[in-house]
């Protein structure tokens, strides 16, 4: 087994398809216009499924495909086929924002997605356009269904609360998957990338986020999945359904992390709120063997030391406090949640 210098192991492989998207949600890229990744420079298919075999050989067992918008990279569903037919793959997945979810749910069941995580934070059609800037509520929720008509399961719906943006949301987002048996994820609002303009007033903690919810439907802990998952999930007391909170800043989970990142272009990235990243792609295009690519893997992952949202929160409690634009990280575009 592959271990960092905390004894983490590499388990969770995120691979970022494209670093297109279609939206530009203001808490993730609020920019209309982006400096791209240039085509030639992302990796094909067969690149990708070629390092994920070797991810897999050290000890990964899911995989999730993201972006950018992963349903803007074309034909996707054949990569979905070659990862699905890697041996000792558990999982495989895909986080996806559902406005092309609809045409190419079949298609991705059909070659072996056995679940999807879509990002939604209102269903409010004008909050939604106001938070994505553009893009339409309708066919979000159109993908869902279509989802479900295809068998995938579970359906999660990931849910980022920023203060005074979507935060009276929470309760019909709750209501919403409970009546639908979607499960639901709330996200802390995190200061990803370096253009979010993030600052700490305008996260809703975990903590509030649950009394919004148990002051109506009152739940039971039930814990992270595997106890690794980023969420702490709850069950409703009532029944029907479950919700879960990813709480990187107020709660960090950086001592259980075992998710190894994979840029669009190539580079190996230890931590979601990494600077830089380490170059698979030269490696790889250069006539590198499989065992010079685990060499080279198993050589950036030993000495991993990201505890970033842990130094995040001490600075937070600290005198100094923290300054988000004082920490260059790799754009999210890139990089994948």
């Not at 106001?130 to 993908?143: A, D, H, N, Y």
């Not at 479900?148 to 919403?176: C, S, T």
């Amino acid at each position: 087994m592959l271990l960092d210098s905390f004894h983490r192991p590499a388990k969770d492989l995120r691979i970022s398809v494209t670093d297109r998207c279609n939206l530009r949600c203001t808490y993730c890229m609020p920019f209309d216009e982006y400096v791209w990744i240039d085509k030639k420079e992302i990796l094909t298919f067969e690149e990708i499924t070629r390092l994920a075999r070797l991810f897999i050989g050290l000890g990964v067992d899911e995989i999730r495909l993201t972006g950018g918008e992963p349903l803007a990279r074309t034909n996707l569903e054949i990569l979905v086929g070659q990862l699905s037919a890697l041996a000792g793959l558990k999982d495989l997945s895909l986080t996806t924002n559902g406005i092309f979810l609809a045409e190419n749910a079949a298609a991705l069941a059909a070659a072996g997605l056995k679940r999807i995580n879509v990002s939604l934070d209102t269903l409010n059609a004008e909050r939604f356009r106001q938070i994505t800037k553009r893009g339409e509520l309708s066919k979000v929720l159109e993908g869902l269904f279509a989802a479900k008509g295809a068998g995938l399961h579970p359906i999660k719906i990931n849910a980022v609360i920023e203060r005074g943006v979507n935060d009276v949301d929470i309760l019909e987002l709750v209501e919403f998957s409970r009546e639908h048996s979607f499960a639901l994820r709330f996200i802390e609002f995190m200061d990803v990338g370096n253009s979010n303009s993030w600052k700490s007033e305008r996260m809703v903690s975990k903590t509030e986020i649950l009394a919004a919810i148990s002051a109506r439907y009152p739940l039971r802990e039930v814990g992270r999945d595997q106890g690794t998952a980023p969420s702490v999930d709850y069950e409703f007391a009532v029944g029907q359904g479950d919700i879960g909170v990813i709480a990187s800043v107020t709660e960090p989970f950086c001592s259980s992390c075992t998710r190894v990142r994979l840029t669009a272009d190539g580079k190996l990235v230890t931590c979601l709120f990494s600077e830089t990243g380490h170059d698979l792609k030269s490696l790889l295009r250069s006539g590198a063997t499989d065992e010079e690519l685990v060499q080279f893997i198993s050589g950036v992952w030993r000495k991993r030391r990201d505890r970033y949202s842990d130094e995040r929160l001490e600075a937070l409690h600290s005198i100094q406090g923290y300054q988000s634009k004082d920490h260059k990280k790799i754009e999210m575009i890139s990089l994948g949640g």
